[in-house]
């Protein structure tokens, strides 16, 4: 009976939504409508690039939450270099370009009746869905890691209070404690993160706390910008900082957050500060609009970022499954402003174009000491892959100077990219 | 209904064409990651929107020669063509 009522409704506002639009791309006397869904980098970067494009498209973006708290350099707030408000962003200058802000959560997706369900119940009818939910952590994938023990075992990957937490728990650290971070097994938002905030944890510690000693437990062998964070270490923090890769031992099984004990095959490391930074997958609304695979990220098509299981629906950022291109902010912007581009052209019915994305990303290994990574990526076989002979890390012979430039130009980009996403 | 359709289709290619004119070639987008959009932002790194479309074309064709030194770019120029770069140029000489 009630899901007799279900299928009932279900094909009720299936048939509204086919009376009410037919013909879609060629009815112009009507707005097209596009809903993005999440206001990070990938999506308030898509509903401002998409009213660019194309100002007729009425935009709304669903975001439950006030204000947008960066991740990169909060790493650099987990250390005190910086201040979480530097993270925080409002929506204002987003509305003010005629984007409707739905301050709620999305909860369900109908890829048939071409609606979002937001948390009252109500529904947003769209002709193309643009998801950028972000990251969501894999509670109790790692044994003993729920969300419960966040409390005491700060992740720090979602930046706000986790990233508050994991601060006061170093600065009360006593001089001559172990703080141990634990990194994931791939994919994982911002690949080189766990390695610029053991990077920055080791210059707190050596600073603030010099007798004090910090151990990296890795589920990996190899990791994003390696050669030029291990040069880094022996240079500025030996004897401080322990990498331990899978392959010595480093693969957390189980923690406990009582004892704030991470639990490998061959050791049990009690630590005084522990930051557990664990497995994820892509945010949860993605699941719910069943366009996450197995491996709980998103095929995507890499022209247009429409999803490979769901038509009518982009999925863009961390979320997605992007082949070549890391789960990076960067990236986000770019795949923002290559899918609003795409669907502008689907919605008048013109063929999208080929695409070129780029990625840049710096990481501190100390206040004055960047390194970086660079891609350009294009279309290839159904993936997006990395144009060849291009991109690539800092250099490993470069002198301080390229190193403090670097540095400068780390933050001269955020300030540059959150200008054009939220200023 | 031959003439609907055919009425519909002529402006769709009208609709296609003016989006196509606003849209941004191959990889300029990607560009205002690091290139301030806005004159509001202080960077090292110089706006493109109103530079000389020779002076980019040469500067990104030197970044992938090496002939001028890079932090980033001379790795990201090696990802463009010389078709691509003068299309992103001429796009961004005309922007304000």
New interface residues.
Partial sequence: MKSGRREFLKLGAAATGAALFP?R??A?STAARVVVVGGGFAGASCAR?LR???PRIAVTLVEPNPTFTACPFSNAVVVGLRELRAQQFTYDRVAADGIVISRTTATGVDPQARSVTLADGARLPYDRVVLAPGIEIRWNALPGYDQAAAAQMPHAWQAGEQTLLLRRQLEAMDDGGLVVISAPANPFRCPPGPYERASLVAHFLKTKKPKSKLIVLDAKDAFSKQRLFQQAWSELYPGLLEWVPLSKGGSVTSVDAATRTLVTDFARHQAKVANVIPPQKAGRIADIAGVTDRTGWCPIDPATFESKLQPGIHVIGDAAIAGAMPKSA?AA??QA??CA?AV??LL???TP??????N?CYSLVAPDYGI?V?????PSGGQIA??P????V?PADAPRA?RA??A??AE??F???T??IF? | MVRFVAA?IG??SI??AV??S???P??A??????????T??????PRLAGRDAAAIVKAMQDFRSGTRAG??MD??A???TDE?IQAIAAWYATQK
Avoid: M
């Fill in positions: 013909g791309a060629w112009q690039a660019q494009t194309d960067f912007n770019s402003k290559t581009a502008a052209r008048t019915g013109a174009s080929t695409p070129k994305l780029i840049t970086s660079a891609g350009v990526y294009q990395e144009v002979g291009s991109g690539g800092s390229t430039a670097e400068v130009l001269a980009w300030r540059t990219i200008d054009e200023g | 519909a402006f769709v609709a296609a989006v196509a606003a849209e941004p191959a990889g987008a990607a560009c205002s990651g690091c290139h301030p959009a806005s509001r932002v202080t960077s090292p790194v932090t980033v790795r990201i090696k990802g463009f691509e």
